[in-house]
């Protein structure tokens, strides 16, 4: 009867500390869903998109201690509550709303915080690119993209990613224009310069290297033709 008893007890207790567990780190599906609701909450007092995207965002833990105008602007950026969704299930996931964007947040100007922010998640999109995921190498530039579009570390990887899954014509806009982006950040003040491939996409990145390579896909991508069906 004890033993019974004991084994009662640990099953129990398990079930409470999973549970518990849990609760704090709630799966994306299950957080995106939450996020839904309370989007859906705050859009029946009749507030726009952006600003119910902007509440939901600035009430959540972690979130609520960053400024404001720096909340503001990643809503505006971001353009739509699936992308704001995507980003806050994917900065709570790596633990950079309270490891890394409270630094980034009192950056000197708004505009170079931001841009500090996609840098962080293009490394990360870059890396899923590397390892062939390209579907999650997407999911994480198309972000990085909307946050900050005209910068070459933000379009290039993107083309790139779009070139490894044979969707040619939707890699070639952005090689054009990431390239161009390149050629013009080469050539801007050598004391206003913005981050390049190896601070945003890794230390052990070559830049001249992929640069070269970007150049390599968008010349083959464009004698290349769209697989029957794309």
């Known amino acids: 009867m ?3 008893v004991f084994w009662l007890l640990i099953i129990f207790g398990a079930l409470t500390i999973y549970r518990m567990a849990a609760r704090r780190n709630p799966t994306p599906k299950a957080r995106v869903t939450a996020m839904l609701r309370q989007y859906q909450a705050l859009a029946r007092c009749g507030l726009s998109e ?3 995207m902007f509440r939901l965002m600035a009430a ?7 400024p404001h105008d720096f909340l503001s602007e990643i809503v505006a950026r971001l ?5 704001v969704m995507r980003f806050i299930s994917l900065a ?4 950079h709303v309270k490891e890394r964007f409270p630094a980034i947040a009192s950056d000197r100007t708004l505009h170079d915080g931001i841009e500090k922010v996609a840098c962080l998640l293009a490394r990360l999109g870059y890396q899923e690119q590397q390892q062939g ?7 994480v530039q198309k972000i990085v993209l909307a946050l900050t579009p005209d910068r070459y570390f933000t379009t290039l990887p993107l083309a790139a990613t779009y070139f490894e ?3 040619y014509s939707e890699a070639k806009p952005l090689f054009k224009r990431g390239l161009r982006q390149f050629d013009k950040s080469s050539s801007s003040d050598p004391g206003s310069q913005p981050l390049s491939f190896t601070e945003c996409l890794g230390p052990d990145v070559d830049g001249a290297k992929l640069h070269a390579a970007y150049i390599e896909m968008y010349e083959a991508c464009l004698k290349k033709r769209e697989p029957h069906g794309k």
């Open 2 to 4: 004890e033993s019974i």
């Open 50 to 52: 952006s600003e119910c």
């Open 60 to 66: 959540r833990t972690g979130w609520k201690t960053l």
């Open 79 to 83: 353009g739509s509550k699936e992308n």
């Open 92 to 95: 709570e996931d790596y633990g």
């Open 133 to 139: 995921r390209l579907k999650e190498a997407e999911f």
């Open 165 to 167: 899954a044979d969707r």
